[in-house]
């Protein structure tokens, strides 16, 4: 099993910024994909951002491109992302997400961390 932990977010003004962070246990962090999801009220859960294991390689939603940044610290057992330029419509609640599917699928999600962005 792996436990996340989101922290990081609040109540910040449009246009201003916040730096979520999701902190991994219980398994090697190294071996899993890792991504940020979030959801509105009233909405389904939507892709934000995504990063291979090594960090090499990073995949946005086109709402986010530019503005968010996705990082990872595989020596902290950590994953970020990065928010500027927020927007209203970036009010949800941030999941972080762990999976692999090499070998037996797995997927794993945190508890979330509200982030919301007055106009």
């Known amino acids: 099993q792996v436990q996340l932990v989101e922290s990081g977010g609040g109540l910040v003004q449009a246009g201003g910024s916040l730096r979520l962070s999701c902190a991994a246990s219980g398994r090697t962090f190294s071996n899993y994909h890792m991504g940020w999801y979030r959801q509105a009220p009233g909405k389904d859960r939507e892709f934000v951002a995504a990063?291979?294991?090594?960090?090499?390689?990073?995949y946005y939603a086109d709402s986010v491109k530019a503005r968010f940044t996705i990082s990872r610290d595989n020596a902290k057992n950590t994953v970020y992302l990065q928010m500027n330029s927020l927007k209203p419509e970036d009010t949800a609640v941030y999941y972080c997400?762990?999976?692999?599917?090499?070998?037996?699928?797995?997927?794993?999600w945190g508890q979330g961390t509200q982030v919301t962005v007055s106009s």
């Open positions: 997400n762990a999976n692999r599917f090499d070998t037996a699928p797995e997927d794993y």
């Open positions: 990063i291979g294991r090594d960090g090499a390689s990073t």
